[in-house]
């Protein structure tokens, strides 16, 4: 890549000079345990982003998603996340068994602002509390149990320019479908008929199988 007439920066001190230094407020929002606010929020989010990396530091980010309340809180610095059929890379829990430090951002649809949640992680396999996990009559798998570090509500300003919520802005059709590009890139071998009867109302049928 061409990299002619850029300037990086170069340490700590060059970018606190270029951003300036945070406002006490954004400092100080920071908790290590579970305020009342906190545990209505993962109450409400169906959603959320499990930043990882390995011991190298290759990162990965997966999304986790179920009905609204899937993050069970076990106590006031303890968070558990049930893990559901998928893709099984298994990218992300690689990388907490070579690396437990994990960040997690938790959305509300049609809310700006965020939770996010930094603190250590570790892989369960079972436990009583996946008996309070179950969706449509499915246990967890595995279950991400996160001790808490870090936490702090996060502001809407890049949700507003976005304007991620906002359906006018939306453009569904811009790109090609799921299917059209699973043939492209992944499923070449397949047709585009046999992937979109893959892809279509019948997919969701199988999220927990």
């Not at 390995?54 to 990965?60: I, N, P, Q």
């Not at 099984?88 to 430090?101: Q, S, T, Y």
């Amino acid at each position: 890549m061409e990299t002619q007439g850029w300037r990086s920066i170069g340490s700590a001190e060059e970018l606190r000079e270029l951003l300036g230094e945070p406002k006490p407020g954004a400092i100080d929002k920071e908790r290590t345990t579970l305020h009342a606010l906190d545990r209505a929020w993962l109450a409400a989010s169906p959603f959320c982003l499990v930043a990882t990396s390995d011991a190298d530091g290759r990162c990965d980010v997966s999304p986790k998603g179920d009905p609204a309340g899937f993050t069970l809180v076990l106590d006031d610095t303890t968070i558990a996340i049930p893990e559901r059929p998928g893709n099984r890379r298994a990218d992300g829990f690689h990388n907490i068994l070579r690396n437990p430090h994990v960040g997690l951002i938790y959305f509300v649809p049609g809310r700006g602002d965020t939770l996010r949640v930094n603190g250590r992680a570790r892989l369960v396999r079972d436990a009583p509390f996946f008996d309070r996990m179950v969706v449509k009559g499915h246990r967890p798998q595995l279950a991400i149990v996160v001790e808490i570090e870090q936490i702090f509500h996060h502001c809407a300003k890049a949700f507003l320019r976005s304007e991620l919520w906002q359906p006018e802005s939306w453009r569904p059709d811009a790109l090609p479908s799921r299917a059209r590009i699973a043939q492209a890139l992944e499923r070449q071998q397949e047709s585009i008929e046999e992937l979109e009867r893959y892809y279509g109302p019948s997919y969701a049928e199988g999220m927990y199988r």
